[in-house]
């Protein structure tokens, strides 16, 4: 590797002061399973006491002894204030310790990239952001490298090794929408034959994760979001353009090539007879490109922040348009896949993303759902930062949770 940011090279730990680069090796693989399942526990809880890990998981109170100290040596859980209960001695609760482990994600935009890195507790600690007409492959390498060295520059030194690896949120085939972002189409050629996890590998030491970016936005509503109250929930990201996700049994389903749940393929009505795949219709270009053919700010959405009021009259029509087509997709995905909520996020402020969802409820109870089990249009809490908060926890997710379903499964 050419070693342009090296978490091993830029910082060191020594003795046990590091438990994250000897984990899984030192080790059997029950006791970092439980590990896992006690951390994701807490961080579902917020904070637990050993005897509320040990009644959750049915395991021994020495068995919940020896992993918590395990990982409080490690760093990984913090020890709070001891609490007096009714009966017995008083009781001391752990929570994940925030610095305990970090990870970066990359998203791949089509207006803008984005690099952040987050703590163990899932907050976003450093951002970077690039916005652009449209991505060139050698350009965002550039990006990504100069961000990493910007965010390891922010992060104290002696936390560099805490890093527990990056992930990568890029959509799908980038280069066959070429005429939609209005990129020449030798740009989109030079994407086709760009392999940009193997060129991020070579810029860091750490585990390189890819993964679709509507799909790593589903990640984020799973992890931080709505997302976490459902064991299983599709998922609608309304970015440039719309795509989704899918949690079955508390995990995130990718499927065998990793394109499961490309919601924005599907069929819907198209205003005037036949049909368009949503993509076509509920998408952030379609906006983009109405503002620009009525005169309008045409790169509003990517500099506006949270104010779009100065093109109401387009969103409004916009809202009204995306909303028929994603009705039509949650009648669809529901039809398909039994579960009980389909959420619905995208890279807009608050309020637009509130409209579009109500809007896509009351165009929901104008269809014919006979057969379908009743389903809930939820709205998602993450927003424009979904892909790469999604990105980035995937190495959290591989290095730190139990498998969500257990979650479900508490012992009582």
């Known amino acids: 590797m050419s070693g342009l940011v090296s978490g091993t090279d830029l910082g060191h730990e020594s003795g046990t002061d590091f438990g ?6 030192t080790q059997t693989g029950v006791r970092i399973y439980h590990e896992r399942l006690a951390l994701s526990l807490i961080r579902t809880h917020g904070s637990l006491s050993k005897a509320e890990i040990a009644r959750l998981t049915g395991l021994s109170a020495q068995t919940v002894s020896v992993i918590v100290r395990g990982l409080e040596r490690d760093h990984l859980v913090l020890k709070g204030a001891s609490v007096k209960g009714r009966v017995g001695q008083p009781s001391q609760p752990y929570s994940l310790n925030p610095d305990g482990a970090f990870a970066m994600g990359l998203k791949v935009g089509r207006r803008s990239g984005d690099l952040v890195l987050i703590d163990l507790a899932g907050r976003k600690r450093h ?10 492959p050698r350009e965002f390498l550039g990006f990504a490298g100069a961000g990493m060295k910007e965010i390891l520059a922010a992060l104290p030194r002696n936390l560099h090794r805490r890093i527990a690896g990056l992930g990568i949120a890029a959509p799908f085939e980038l280069w066959n929408w070429g005429e939609e972002i209005g990129a020449p189409q030798e740009v989109m050629d030079a994407w086709k034959e760009f392999n940009l996890t193997a060129e991020i590998m ?42 989704g996700g899918l949690v079955l049994n508390g995990q995130l389903h990718q499927g065998p090539t990793g394109n499961a749940a490309a919601f924005g393929s599907l069929p819907v009505p198209r205003a005037g007879g036949g049909s368009e795949q949503l993509i076509h219709s509920a998408s952030l270009y379609r906006l983009e490109r109405t503002l620009r053919e009525t005169g309008g700010e045409a790169g509003l959405m990517w500099r506006a922040g949270d104010d779009w009021s100065s093109a109401e009259a387009q969103v409004s029509a916009w809202i009204a348009q995306a909303a028929k087509g994603l009705a039509f997709a949650t009648a669809s995905i529901a039809s398909v896949v039994d579960c009980p909520a389909i959420i619905i996020d995208g890279a807009m402020p608050p309020g637009v993303r509130r409209r579009l969802v109500e809007a896509t409820r009351s165009e929901a109870h104008l269809l014919n759902m006979d057969g ?4 809930a249009i939820e ?13 980035a926890s995937l190495p959290l997710f591989a290095n730190f949770m139990a498998d969500r379903d257990v979650l479900f499964k508490e012992t009582a």
């Open 379 to 391: 709205e998602g809490t993450i927003g424009v930062d979904a892909r790469a908060l999604g990105a």
């Open 20 to 25: 994250l680069a000897r984990r899984g090796t």
């Open 372 to 375: 379908i089990t009743p389903f």
């Open 127 to 136: 951002e970077v952001h690039m916005p652009y007409h449209f991505p060139t």
């Open 202 to 243: 070579q810029l860091c030491d750490w585990p390189v994760m890819p993964c679709n970016d509507a799909t790593a936005a589903c990640a984020a509503e799973l992890l931080f979001g709505t997302g976490h109250r459902y064991r299983d929930f599709a998922y609608l990201y309304v970015g440039y353009f719309a795509g």
